[in-house]
């Protein structure tokens, strides 16, 4: 397709558990986020990647959190032991350069993520 | 700490009205300003945005408005239509690549 495409739409995990949500970003796109979505708030960042190169993981909640984008084009967000407080939407997005005033960013409908 | 609100949870205007969806900041460095659209079980999707130079921009229906002294922007739309029913986002950037976001105002257009 022509968009971002994030996989599994929908995830259930047992708590501490380990799970691993992928992003394919639209083609060519040199810039890549993840951001998180709890119901009923904004989206929250969590990284960025231009790249391959991890430019800025200050959003991560904690060092269960790991994301890479390791050939610059599909990324990955793993999050092991998952704890409930994890359930949340997880956006990826992608831009075809620096997201300024002529670089839209384009966003993929999310990762659904239930901890029980 | 909330540097972007949107203090309007639900809103609810009649078809062919304006609707008018207004946001607040805090942080004076923020020099983009953006809203998206959000439909259920998708992603968000962008609609317009404006610069922390400019005070209006507009795209068709939709005209952004920005109040730096204020620190105040909203989003008119008019005329208003069905299909206009979503969750509207502000985000501001920073750094040229973070987003920080409101938590949404959920607009209805009634027929």
């Known amino acids: 397709g022509a968009g971002v495409s994030q996989s599994p739409r929908y995830k259930v995990a047992k708590r501490g558990q380990d799970v691993a949500l992928r992003c394919d970003p639209i083609s060519g796109h040199v810039s890549l986020f993840w951001y998180q979505q709890a119901l009923g708030q904004g989206p929250e960042f969590l990284t960025y990647f231009q790249n391959e190169a991890q430019l800025d993981k200050s959003g991560l909640p904690s060092d269960r959190f790991f994301a890479e984008r390791p050939e610059g084009s599909v990324s990955t967000l793993k999050i092991q032991r998952t704890q409930q407080e994890d359930s949340a939407v997880y956006l990826c997005?992608?831009?075809?350069?620096?997201?300024?005033?002529?670089?839209?960013?384009?966003f993929g409908e999310g990762s659904w993520l239930t901890v029980v | 700490d909330q540097q972007v609100k949107q203090n309007s949870p639900s809103l609810s205007v009649q078809e062919g009205r304006i609707s008018i969806l207004n946001c607040d900041y805090t942080n004076s460095m923020f020099d983009y300003f953006l809203w998206y659209k959000k439909y259920p079980a998708e992603g968000p999707t962008f609609l317009i945005s404006?610069?922390?130079i400019k005070d209006k921009n507009e795209d068709g229906r939709f005209t952004v408005f920005l109040n730096k002294s204020a620190k105040h922007l909203s989003l008119h739309i008019v005329p208003s239509q069905p299909g206009d029913s979503a969750v509207y986002f502000c985000a501001a950037s920073l750094y040229n690549y973070q987003l920080i976001w409101g938590a949404g105002t959920k607009l209805i257009i009634k027929p």
């Open positions: 997005a992608s831009s075809l350069a620096l997201p300024d005033s002529g670089n839209t960013i384009y």
């Open positions: 404006i610069s922390s």
